[in-house]
């Protein structure tokens, strides 16, 4: 005898009918990615899982090269949420350099966006340093400076793309049995010419551990908060754990704003060590950017040294170190004031400058080799923004500004200073030199 359980709502026990054919939910990504090997991408292994989706290790079947998938459901995330993983795509686009993760392919079907791209066949940085923790084996210094000097390369060309990465950390940091460093996870990035509708830092995003102090002070984010959180990354490699931590949350951004951290250990060289302290300056001002990193003599013997590694390594194709031999040879050959003089037109011009509490006025701006300098014409007040202090130019949208050539550039305080010009020509040549001038 069958028992009958009744439901656990209490109705009364009725047979299910049976799905009508066709009602099945198709597979919106059916044919591009699954397990058969009619399908374009063919799974291989689950590399991780998440809330939003997952990574799969899988083989292009046209070719039989393996690359690494990314699938996320956008259906129910929030719209904050689909634009992190929209942005990626287009961020990871615009970036063709060696150490960096390269965009293969992108899919966006019913809801379902699958991102193709680069595999990086070593596993990521965090967890080769959690392995070394634990049989306390550190980086030989050489191995340190080649992740270093990768990362750097790799973050000068997304800053040269007018891009920051904006969520630097060691999990993001991809690692090659080759010994090549890939940068990837673009998620939080953001192209910083954008209009001030989304302007550069008012987006509090990353990990709280390579958050820089100005950032926990609601400063906006700029090129120097990236240095930081990249001197965190070098911290990190170098002594097998996080500069700052704490018990709790507060205590965290206590250590971080009063920079209290171990001191760097004596195994390596005065000169990693120098420029470790100096990424990690409580002061951004003090902070290196990457080009003047690249103008130190310990840098540059470093970056020539590990150019000669990747030219007689075997299993290196050709191709890839032509690439990194001519991103390296680009930041040898340039000189500090040269590169960074040659960026700067000098520019002069009658606009007009919006003020909150006096609205449009005439102003006389000026560029040169010291900054951006803004005269009221009415009372004569002069205002300056160095250039060191420059960290965005960007149009404004005509529906946002309510007029027509408008554009604005920010320091690194936050500050927005908004210009409209009279004539297109005269507005599109105004945003090339000051975005020219916008320090790398």
């Given at each position: 005898?069958?028992?009958?359980?009744?439901?656990?709502?209490?109705?009364?026990?009725?047979?299910?009918?049976?799905?009508?054919?066709?009602?099945?939910?198709?597979?919106?990504?059916?044919?591009?990615?699954?397990?058969?090997?009619?399908?374009?991408?063919?799974?291989?292994?689950?590399?991780?899982?998440?809330?939003?989706?997952?990574?799969?290790?899988?083989?292009?079947?046209?070719?039989?090269?393996?690359?690494?998938?990314?699938?996320?459901?956008?259906?129910?995330?929030?719209?904050?949420?689909?634009?992190?993983?929209?942005?990626?795509?287009?961020?990871?686009?615009?970036?063709?350099?060696?150490?960096?993760?390269?965009?293969?392919?992108?899919?966006?079907?019913?809801?379902?966006?699958?991102?193709?791209?680069?595999?990086?066949?070593?596993?990521?940085?965090?967890?080769?340093?959690?392995?070394?923790?634990?049989?306390?084996?550190?980086?030989?210094?050489?191995?340190?400076?080649?992740?270093?000097?990768?990362?750097?390369?790799?973050?000068?060309?997304?800053?040269?793309?007018?891009?920051?990465?904006?969520?630097?950390?060691?999990?993001?940091?991809?690692?090659?049995?080759?010994?090549?460093?890939?940068?990837?996870?673009?998620?939080?990035?953001?192209?910083?010419?954008?209009?001030?509708?989304?302007?550069?830092?008012?987006?509090?995003?990353?990990?709280?551990?390579?958050?820089?102090?100005?950032?926990?002070?609601?400063?906006?984010?700029?090129?120097?908060?990236?240095?930081?959180?990249?001197?965190?990354?070098?911290?990190?490699?170098?002594?097998?754990?996080?500069?700052?931590?704490?018990?709790?949350m507060d205590e965290l951004i206590d250590n971080i704003v009063h920079a209290r951290r171990a001191p760097l250990p004596n195994m390596y060289s005065d000169d990693l060590r120098r420029v470790c302290d100096q990424l990690l300056s409580l002061d951004p001002a003090k902070r290196p950017s990457l080009r003047q990193l690249f103008q130190l003599p310990f840098i540059r013997r470093g970056l020539e040294t590990l150019r000669?590694?990747?030219?007689?390594?075997?299993?290196?194709?050709?191709?890839?170190?032509?690439?990194?031999?001519?991103?390296?040879?680009?930041?040898?050959?340039?000189?500090?004031?040269?590169?960074?003089?040659?960026?700067?037109?000098?520019?002069?011009?009658?606009?007009?400058?919006?003020?909150?509490?006096?609205?449009?006025?005439?102003?006389?701006?000026?560029?040169?080799?010291?900054?951006?300098?803004?005269?009221?014409?009415?009372?004569?007040?002069?205002?300056?923004?160095?250039?060191?202090?420059?960290?965005?130019?960007?149009p404004i949208d005509a529906a946002m500004a309510h007029e027509k050539y408008v554009f604005a550039l920010k320091n690194q305080t936050g500050k927005a200073y908004w210009f409209k010009d009279r004539s297109e020509e005269s507005y599109e040549r105004w945003i090339s030199v000051l975005q020219n001038a916008v320090p790398r």
């Amino acid at each position: 005898m069958t028992e009958h359980k009744r439901p656990a709502n209490g109705n009364s026990a009725l047979p299910v009918p049976p799905a009508e054919e066709g009602t099945e939910k198709k597979d919106p990504l059916e044919g591009i990615l699954g397990s058969r090997a009619e399908c374009k991408y063919v799974k291989k292994k689950l590399l991780g899982q998440g809330s939003f989706g997952s990574a799969w290790r899988v083989e292009e079947t046209a070719t039989g090269l393996i690359f690494a998938a990314k699938v996320m459901d956008t259906n129910n995330m929030s719209a904050k949420d689909r634009g992190f993983v929209t942005n990626e795509v287009k961020c990871l686009s615009r970036c063709n350099n060696a150490n960096i993760i390269r965009h293969r392919a992108s899919y966006d079907r019913g809801g379902m966006l699958l991102i193709i791209m680069e595999y990086a066949d070593g596993g990521d940085l965090y967890r080769q340093i959690k392995a070394r923790q634990h049989a306390v084996r550190h980086f030989k210094e050489h191995e340190v400076l080649y992740i270093f000097l990768q990362l750097c390369l790799a973050l000068d060309h997304i800053h040269g793309n007018n891009m920051m990465h904006r969520d630097l950390k060691t999990a993001n940091v991809l690692l090659t049995t080759t010994g090549l460093v890939k940068l990837g996870d673009f998620g939080f990035s953001r192209q910083y010419e954008d209009s001030l509708s989304n302007p550069v830092g008012t987006t509090f995003c990353g990990t709280p551990y390579y958050l820089s102090p100005e950032l926990w002070r609601r400063a906006p984010y700029s090129k120097k908060s990236e240095m930081w959180a990249l001197g965190v990354v070098l911290y990190e490699v170098m002594v097998l754990k996080r500069p700052f931590g704490g018990r709790n949350m507060d205590e965290l951004i206590d250590n971080i704003v009063h920079a209290r951290r171990a001191p760097l250990p004596n195994m390596y060289s005065d000169d990693l060590r120098r420029v470790c302290d100096q990424l990690l300056s409580l002061d951004p001002a003090k902070r290196p950017s990457l080009r003047q990193l690249f103008q130190l003599p310990f840098i540059r013997r470093g970056l020539e040294t590990l150019r000669r590694s990747v030219e007689i390594h075997k299993k290196i194709p050709q191709q890839v170190f032509n690439e990194i031999a001519q991103n390296i040879d680009e930041v040898l050959s340039s000189e500090l004031p040269e590169y960074e003089g040659s960026r700067v037109t000098a520019h002069r011009g009658m606009l007009q400058r919006h003020t909150a509490d006096r609205g449009w006025k005439d102003c006389e701006l000026s560029l040169d080799h010291n900054g951006v300098l803004m005269r009221n014409v009415e009372t004569g007040d002069v205002e300056r923004v160095d250039l060191e202090a420059l960290t965005s130019v960007c149009p404004i949208d005509a529906a946002m500004a309510h007029e027509k050539y408008v554009f604005a550039l920010k320091n690194q305080t936050g500050k927005a200073y908004w210009f409209k010009d009279r004539s297109e020509e005269s507005y599109e040549r105004w945003i090339s030199v000051l975005q020219n001038a916008v320090p790398r």
